[in-house]
């Protein structure tokens, strides 16, 4: 079929997967509008693709649905092409999206809503719709070949067993991806090949074949190697040698983008390589091929950030390739993950300092925040001014304003979420809006942690010594 996906840029991660899980189908897919260049072309373009489309899937979320997003020219132009969306729209809520922002028309047809792996369950419902059927002499033709390839099929009996096999072994794989269990699914999927090239195919029917499950096989493993996890016997570089014949094969077959993006996860797999192998391996010489051909790779620049932090290059470095990344737009999950990652790793004053500037950046941005995250700030911000600190909270302040901070650990940290809270949320408040001279909000806060314990307790004795003081400092201030 011809398909015309609809996405917003904030979900190019998706959709990315999508299109690649649509293609292994065989599916013709316009996709990268954003190659076209703007102006009037670009409107026709877009609209002589939507005209000669057979299927249009529309990714919904608050960004695309965003007044002045184009994806809403685009829905127009479908709208006028055909008056109900029923068999020919297809809408994909790939993150949640209020019903009442969702356009009539796409609730005007079952909204597709994903519970696991979006891409493969776009993949299977795309599947099961009927391509749309010649017409007239064309449509004859197409019968009395579909009639003969039926027989020939049927006459094949042992082709049939391996392609039944295949297919199962196939789906099983997609399945035990989207569960997380990649080794399996890899193992699934390189069964799933020699089925194929085990049948009697003709050798074009053969390489159809081999192209969807060789899209999968590469799927698979860069799933694995962005969520690669060693269990106790296991070797990053055992695991991550299994993987690199598939992604040599996909670099030698690919150009442009996507094979940057191969080409930054050959140097990704030579990190995980590098964590328990003797031999010396250079990562950032993969990553700078790769942005040598696509120099805004959102991948390559993640990759190669988190590498100059493992290593302890120049910070300065790592922290322009996070800019660059997260400039693209695109996959900021992926690289909001790796960034805290590669702080945290760092164990020292300055990931330290970075995690709170990140961590404050994404609420400004209203990021959603790993609860990872929480806890290393909650670990970093109590090291500093926790009851039981050694630490003067200029140490914080010299990273971001006082003010800013407090509203960071309430945001992150609302009252009554943590029973924890009079415990170290309070005292740290508490000592930065002391330390900011915010005297009467101080004074607030520390009874407030004076009132949840009991006299003599070592956080009462705290907020009761730091009352004391400030009760004194207000009345020679008066």
């Not at 014949?245 to 080409?263: I, R, V």
Request: with cysteine; net charge positive; hydrophobic share 40%.
């Amino acid at each position: 079929m011809r398909i015309f996906l609809s996405y917003s840029s904030n979900d190019r991660d998706v959709a990315d997967r999508i299109h690649l899980s649509l293609v292994a189908q065989q599916h013709d897919v316009f996709f990268d509008r954003e190659d076209l260049a703007p102006g009037l072309e670009y409107d026709g373009r877009i609209a002589r693709e939507i005209q000669r489309t057979d299927l249009f899937i529309f990714l919904i979320s608050p960004e695309s649905l965003r007044p002045g997003r184009y994806t809403l020219n685009e829905l127009g132009m479908v709208q006028r092409r055909w008056a109900h969306p029923s068999r020919h729209v297809l809408p994909v809520m790939v993150r949640p999206t209020p019903m009442d922002q969702i356009p009539p028309y796409l609730k005007a047809v079952t909204i597709m809503q994903p519970t696991g792996d979006i891409p493969a369950e776009v993949g299977d419902h795309v599947r099961r719709i009927k391509p749309p059927r010649p017409k007239g002499l064309l449509w004859a033709i197409g019968g009395i070949a579909g009639a003969i390839l039926g027989i020939a099929l049927w006459v094949s009996s042992g082709m049939s067993t391996h392609v039944r096999s295949a297919s199962d072994l196939l789906q099983n794989a997609r399945s035990l991806q989207s569960a997380g269990a990649y080794a399996s699914a890899f193992d699934k999927i390189l069964a799933a090949r020699a089925e194929i090239t085990q049948s009697p195919f003709s050798t074009f029917f053969q390489r159809r074949f081999v192209q969807d499950i060789a899209a999968q096989q590469l799927t698979i493993a860069t799933t694995w190697l962005d969520d690669m996890h060693v269990k106790e016997g296991e070797r990053f570089s055992e695991l991550v040698g299994r993987l690199l014949p598939t992604l040599d094969e996909a670099m030698t077959a690919s150009t442009g983008e996507q094979k940057a993006t191969l080409l930054a996860y050959r140097g990704w797999a030579d990190f995980l390589r590098s964590r328990d192998s003797a031999q010396r391996l250079e990562p950032d010489a993969f990553y700078r091929q790769a942005l040598e051909i696509d120099p805004t790779n959102v991948r390559a620049h993640t990759m190669w950030a988190h590498w100059i932090t493992w290593t302890r290059g120049n910070f300065d470095d790592a922290k322009k390739h996070f800019a660059s990344a997260l400039s693209s737009g695109q996959q900021r999950t992926y690289v909001r993950d790796r960034q805290l990652s590669a702080m945290a790793n760092l164990h020292n004053d300055e990931g330290d300092g970075e995690t709170i500037r990140i961590v404050s950046d994404m609420l400004r941005q209203k990021e959603s925040i790993p609860d990872a995250a929480k806890w290393r700030i909650r670990s970093i911000v109590t090291s500093s001014c926790g009851v039981l600190s050694r630490h003067d909270t200029s140490r914080l302040a010299k990273i971001l304003p006082e003010s800013t901070l407090i509203t960071l650990l309430r945001s992150l940290f609302p009252p009554d979420s943590d029973p924890g809270q009079a415990y170290w949320v309070r005292p740290c408040i508490a000592r930065l809006q002391e330390h900011a001279g915010l005297t009467d909000e101080a004074l607030v806060t520390y009874r407030a942690i004076l009132s949840a314990y009991k006299p003599k307790e070592q956080h009462w004795t705290f907020a009761n010594d730091a009352i004391n003081r400030l009760s004194k400092t207000s009345s020679k201030q008066k």
